[in-house]
Antibody, heavy 118, light 118 residues
Framework: QVQLQESGPGLVKPSQTLSLTCTVS??????????WSWIRQLPGKGLEWIGY???????SYNPSLRSRVTISLDMSKNQFSLKLTTVTDADTGLYYC??????????WGQGTMVTVSS | EIVLTQSPATQSVPPGEGVTLSCRAS??????LAWYQHKVGQAPRLLVY??????????????GSVSGPPARFSGSESGTEFTLTISSLQSEDSAVYFC?????????FGQGSQLEIK
């Protein structure tokens, strides 16, 4: 059973970079056949897809965040990571990682709360 | 991007009754629509994909037999209107239900329907 677990600082200062990692267990990221995505939920709002990375390292980002987002892969650790630069309090929210079998997201992490505050 | 509008925003239903949740797409998504159940502190759980197909891993009590009657959770679609019907509601069905379109990038989500069983 594949499981995903987000980790990273719960508090980030404004204008700094938000960095999160998703650790995948029970399966290998390098197997192929999936996109590995980051999704977030801002307070009082619906979910927002941030972007994905494939096992080959190709990426795609939401146009609304493209200028600030980088998603990378560490196959040796079976992890993928999110970096979101120049954060403001509008980036405060619950961040999820998820697996996408080129269709609906079929596996999600439990989410990690990130607060942007000085 | 494709906008998904869900209704109702909240609903309270007694145990044993049924409910229909709606998700309307701003343009065609074919049948590339999924439904999720999300409880606080847990990973979202895929219920239905392809608009009408129950996901594997859904407890057996939610799945109908190959030729049997519909299971408690069922999806349907009519053009750009999608519905999730839950029959014989139980207390553990209390959750937020949201839809996802995976027909186009960026992936987009409905804002969710909060279902309370009481």
């Amino acid at each position: 059973q594949v499981q995903l677990q987000e980790s990273g600082p719960g508090l980030v200062k404004p204008s700094q970079t938000l960095s999160l990692t998703c650790t995948v267990s029970g399966g290998s990221i390098s197997t192929g056949g999936y996109f590995w995505s980051w999704i977030r939920q801002l307070p009082g709002k619906g979910l927002e897809w941030i972007g994905y990375i494939s096992y080959s390292g190709s990426t795609s980002y939401n146009p609304s965040l493209r200028s600030r987002v980088t998603i990378s892969l560490d196959m040796s650790k079976n992890q993928f990571s999110l970096k979101l630069t120049t954060v403001t309090d509008a980036d405060t929210g619950l961040y999820y990682c998820a697996r996408d079998p080129y269709a609906a997201f079929d596996m999600w992490g439990q989410g990690t709360m990130v607060t942007v505050s000085s | 991007e494709i906008v998904l509008t869900q209704s109702p925003a909240t609903q309270s239903v007694p145990p044993g009754e049924g409910v229909t949740l709606s998700c309307r797409a701003s343009q065609s998504v074919s049948t590339n629509l999924a439904w999720y159940q999300h409880k606080v502190g847990q990973a979202p759980r895929l219920l239905v994909y392809g608009a009408i197909t129950r996901a594997t891993g859904v407890p057996a009590r939610f799945r109908g037999s190959v030729s049997g009657p519909p299971a408690r959770f069922s999806g349907s679609e009519s053009g750009t209107e999608f519905t999730l019907t839950i029959s014989s509601l139980q207390s553990e069905d209390s959750a937020v239900y949201f839809c996802l379109q995976y027909n186009d990038w960026p992936r987009t989500f409905g804002q969710g329907s909060q279902l309370e069983i009481k």
